[in-house]
């Protein structure tokens, strides 16, 4: 099928709308994402596409019946930096046009940095913690999402390159943990951990939106030394 086509039966199966019609309305909504000549590339195919105007159509795509919320799944996923800068850029500006908020599903860091207020950092099937964006780049408190902080590459002054990885592997969720998902691969473990689920936790002195789901939360449990520093492992 052609791109407009792809488009353009969206509009015909949920808003009931003519071929003609549909194919107009599809024209304006690549237009609206930025394609040129967006007459000429409705008539085309997607082999024809690159990867960023694919994605562009692909979002074209989604906003054909004005959704109030748009869910994207690694949307810049395999699209070199340049284009995926683009894309950011183009979705950041139709959320406000369009009014609607996005709910943005992606593994990298630098992505939700840029495009998040509210962020759910997510392990094994669960939200293990979730606050504004500065409450998980900046007051982080579960140890997953210390160890993806950890995990980001990063140039230091010296030139080296450092990334130290969460070592182990996510949990068989065929045969999912009795307790914390994330006991096996975390340097804070305790005995605690291993059979009993932790609680969702409001975190003190932070926005009242920020949980972590941690027995380190709880108030009987040893104190760490500064949690959020790179490397730290020390308890009281
Ligand atoms: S509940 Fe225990 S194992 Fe799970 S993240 Fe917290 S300290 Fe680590």
């Given at each position: ?110 992505v939700v940095a840029r495009m998040a207020d509210q962020v759910a950092v997510m392990y094994a099937g669960q939200i293990v ?52 998902g994330y006991f096996a691969r975390c340097p804070y473990a305790m005995a605690v951990c291993e059979h009993h689920q932790p ?29 959020n520093q790179p490397g730290a492992d020390q308890r009281d």
């Amino acid at each position: 099928m052609t791109i407009g086509d792809q488009i353009s039966e969206t509009l015909m199966v949920h808003r009931g709308m003519s071929y003609t019609d549909a194919s107009r309305r599809a024209v304006e909504l690549l237009d609206k994402t930025k394609i040129a000549e967006a007459a000429k590339r409705a008539k085309q195919y997607p082999f024809e596409f690159s990867g960023g105007m694919l994605q562009r159509a692909m979002i074209a795509q989604s906003l054909a019946c004005n959704p109030s919320v748009l869910m994207a799944d690694e949307p810049t996923t395999a699209l070199d930096v340049t284009i995926q800068a683009q894309i950011l850029e183009l979705m950041a500006e139709l959320q406000r046009t369009e009014n609607m908020s996005i709910i943005l599903i992606t593994h990298d860091l630098a992505v939700v940095a840029r495009m998040a207020d509210q962020v759910a950092v997510m392990y094994a099937g669960q939200i293990v913690e979730s606050g504004s964006v500065d409450d998980i780049f900046y007051r982080s408190s579960h140890p997953y999402t210390l160890g993806l902080k950890e995990a980001m590459p990063t140039n230091k002054r010296d030139g080296k390159k450092t990334l130290t990885p969460i070592l182990g592997s996510p949990p068989d969720l065929f045969h999912p943990p009795t307790g914390c998902g994330y006991f096996a691969r975390c340097p804070y473990a305790m005995a605690v951990c291993e059979h009993h689920q932790p609680a969702e936790h409001h975190l003190t002195g932070s926005d009242a939106e920020h949980q972590a789901r941690c027995w380190l939360q709880h108030e009987g449990a040893p104190h760490i030394k500064a949690l959020n520093q790179p490397g730290a492992d020390q308890r009281d």
